[in-house]
T-cell receptor, first 111, second 113 residues
Framework: GQSLEQPSEVTAVEGAIVQINCTYQ??????LSWYQQHDGGAPTFLSY????GLEETGRFSSFLSRSDSYGYLLLQELQMKDSASYFC????????????FGTGTRLTVIP | DTAVSQTPKYLVTQMGNDKSIKCEQN?????MYWYKQDSKKFLKIMFS???????INETVPNRFSPKSPDKAHLNLHINSLELGDSAVYFC????????????FGPGTRLTVT
């Protein structure tokens, strides 16, 4: 089976940096994705890591360590609009792209 | 232009009824998915489907069945609805060979009374 753990809640100040961790246990592993979901909205893609290391996309960066079964999402220069839920998700097989999602982290950005 | 659309947005029905949710994507993707998000916001894959392969999450009851009339559509049919089926259902699509970004529809909130 698949198991992904994330902190349930994180609070950070506007303009600061926050890191959301994800540890996973899966029968197969092909990559780790991050999705953002605002209340009442749909998940939207942020990043995908298949190999170890850091991927940077604007204010967001994502890191993966396959040997540690661990990844994180780093959000810099936090803005109020970043308040949302953030999910890590594992792609566990090569043929299909089924995603197994973590429990989600609720990020609240305060002034 | 909406990339992935779902209808209806809200669905309220009684236990025991049969209902369908429709999904369409205009992105030219070859793979479509259904996810269920429960009241605790846990997102769970139900199915993935392309013209070659249907993958069913083993925990999905056989009351749920995907139906794909063509590559751009993947509908979800649910028989004998139960209270526990109340959730938000998301359709998504992507390209099988990558990139592995999935595009989600706006969701359908199903309430079973």
């Amino acid at each position: 089976g698949q198991s992904l753990e994330q902190p349930s809640e994180v609070t950070a100040v506007e303009g600061a940096i926050v890191q959301i961790n994800c540890t996973y246990q899966t029968s197969g592993f092909y990559g780790l994705s991050w999705y953002q979901q605002h209340d009442g909205g749909a998940p939207t893609f942020l990043s995908y890591n298949a190999l170890d290391g850091l991927e940077e996309t604007g204010r967001f960066s994502s890191f993966l360590s396959r040997s540690d079964s661990y990844g994180y999402l780093l959000l810099q220069e936090l803005q109020m609009k970043d308040s949302a839920s953030y999910f890590c998700a594992v792609r566990d097989r090569g043929g299909a792209n089924n995603l197994f999602f973590g429990t989600g982290t609720r990020l609240t950005v305060i002034p | 232009d909406t990339a992935v659309s779902q209808t209806p947005k809200y669905l309220v029905t009684q236990m025991g009824n049969d209902k369908s949710i429709k999904c369409e994507q205009n992105l030219g993707h070859d793979t479509m998915y259904w996810y269920k998000q429960d009241s605790k916001k846990f997102l769970k894959i139900m199915f993935s489907y392309n013209n070659k392969e249907l993958i069913i999450n083993e925990t999905v009851p056989n009351r749920f069945s995907p139906k794909s009339p063509d590559k751009a559509h993947l509908n979800l049919h649910i028989n004998s609805l139960e209270l526990g089926d109340s959730a938000v259902y998301f359709c998504a699509s992507s390209l099988r060979g990558g990139p592995y970004e999935q595009y989600f529809g706006p969701g359908t909130r199903l309430t079973v009374t």
